[in-house]
């Protein structure tokens, strides 16, 4: 465990010298963007190590996995989002631990947060996930809306019981205009926050950015990053 403990350790001061350097670079404040580390495959004991060095926001993306994880690391003092796509069966278990879901993007996955968030008596923090390789108004290859539904989808959440509208969040596209060009996604995506603060003032989180290319989305002005490999080592492969 010491060994391991020393390996995160180090990661982590890594990634958040690369955080530290991509902010000064774009004149930004460091507390600016918050670091949240992506737990998906590792065990509960890394979590725990994760919040011992300092860690307040952890991320998953399978609620088969997130659930056990986050009621053994109920203790901690953490904020759990939930990243992947998400089915409505599965929405009761989610609003369970999750205090944000970064991956809303179809109005009856809003409506079951709704219905789950009022009868836990919780209040569930929502991102619109953006599609960049979707057009104006189709869904992307890895989920999300395209830019013309943000509004319609933003609206519903806003006025949803148990919910609060947060932001926006985007993965940079493999297909389309903008694969390849992940700063230019993340600019993308930062206009379309901008015109979403226009009628949600409150809704400022910017979730973009990934071991690869948090930079980028730093530079463009992203207020979240999600990172997991740089933090936590190369995954298993899934059997």
């Not at 991509?22 to 004149?27: E, L, M």
């Not at 985007?170 to 930062?190: I, K, N, S």
């Not at 290319?213 to 990172?227: F, M, N, P, S």
Request: glycine residues 10%; aromatic residues 2%; neutral net charge.
């Amino acid at each position: 465990m010491t060994d391991r403990r020393e390996e995160i350790a180090g990661n982590l001061a890594r990634v958040e010298e690369r955080i530290a350097a991509a902010c000064a670079a774009a004149g930004r404040p460091r507390q600016e963007v918050t670091l949240i580390v992506v737990t998906k495959t590792y065990p509960a004991a890394d979590v725990r190590i994760l919040s011992e060095l300092g860690v307040r926001h952890v991320a998953e993306n399978r609620d088969q996995e997130a659930a056990p994880k986050a009621a053994e690391c109920a203790d901690l003092s953490l904020s759990w989002h939930f990243v992947g796509q998400l089915q409505t069966n599965k929405v009761r278990s989610v609003v369970g631990y999750a205090d944000v879901v970064q991956s809303v993007d179809r109005s009856r996955l809003v409506t079951a947060l709704s219905k789950e968030a009022v009868r836990a008596g919780r209040e569930v923090g929502c991102l619109i996930q953006v599609a960049l390789d979707a057009g104006e108004s189709g869904r992307g290859e890895r989920g999300g809306v395209g830019p013309g539904g943000i509004e319609e989808l933003a609206d519903l959440v806003a006025r949803s019981e148990g919910l609060r509208l947060d932001g926006l969040m985007t993965v940079a596209p493999l297909t389309g205009e903008y694969a390849g060009h992940q700063r230019a996604a993340f600019e993308r995506l930062m206009d379309l926050s901008t015109s979403l603060r226009g009628s949600h003032p409150t809704a400022t989180m910017v979730s973009a950015g990934m071991s690869a290319d948090l930079e980028q989305a730093v530079a463009a002005g992203a207020t979240h990053v999600r990172v997991g490999t740089a933090v936590l080592g190369v995954r298993p492969r899934l059997g």
